[in-house]
């Protein structure tokens, strides 16, 4: 059964330092979406993307964070200058028809 | 502004009792609402999607209802096993593909 898939599984990082997560969507894919979960909170959304632009932000969106589709089955949130506050499980996850499936997510730790 | 809430928070029962979860929202005008199940540290595993046109939804031992006008939906699952100890999350989606926006979840445990 496909899947979405999510690199790496665990990235620590220093304060200041821009991270890079990874997601692989399911393959016929059109609609793609990045959340996080802030350990004990509830899942958040961050930003939907779709026909190579963003759709939709969330107001944790800033500057800050940025999306991108490299080529025709990567879909990257960038992390720039992290904060302690960004450390969560960043979940990725794809829609065709409705429904929206997740991948296993990336924990990220900035010390 | 849509709220989410699940309630109860947390529930223990002994394997084999049925498991009744709650979800309210409290705007109605909803696309889909969807089911998923969550182990401590993993993603998010979907379960079950009710359309708005949709009264309630089934797979396996697990079912769900969704009434719109009193903004509810409830998950049942039938005969519960030790491996149903998960935490369930619904959420629900105003537009087709527009954001999920999610409950808090219910953090469930089937004793032996």
């Known amino acids: 059964e496909p899947e979405v898939t999510q690199t790496p599984s665990h990235q620590v990082t220093q304060m200041g330092q821009e991270v890079i997560l990874r997601c692989v969507p399911i393959s016929n894919h059109l609609y793609f979406y990045w959340y996080r979960q802030i350990l004990g909170q509830k899942v958040e959304f961050l930003v939907s993307f779709y026909n190579n632009e963003i759709s939709e932000k969330s107001e944790i969106f800033d500057d800050q964070f940025s999306v991108e589709r490299p080529d025709g089955s990567n879909f990257t949130l960038k992390i720039r200058s992290t904060k302690l506050e960004d450390s969560a499980m960043y979940f990725c996850?794809?829609?065709?028809?409705?429904?929206?499936?997740f991948g296993p997510g990336t924990r990220l730790t900035v010390l | 502004k849509q709220e989410v809430t699940q309630i109860p928070a947390a529930l223990s029962v002994p394997e084999g009792e049925n498991l009744v979860l709650n979800c309210s929202f409290t705007d109605s005008a909803i696309y889909n609402l969807q089911w998923f199940r969550q182990d401590p540290g993993k993603g998010l595993t979907s379960l079950l999607l009710?359309?708005?046109?949709?009264r309630e939804q089934t797979s396996g031992r697990l079912n769900a209802s969704l009434d719109k006008s009193s903004g509810r939906s409830t998950l049942y699952i039938a005969a519960s096993q030790p491996g149903d100890s998960a935490t369930y999350l619904c959420?629900?989606?105003?537009?087709?593909?527009?954001?999920?926006?999610f409950g808090a979840g219910t953090q469930v445990v089937v004793t032996p």
């Open positions: 996850a794809s829609s065709q028809t409705g429904g929206q499936f």
């Open positions: 959420a629900v989606q105003r537009a087709s593909w527009g954001k999920l926006q």
């Open positions: 009710i359309q708005s046109s949709q």
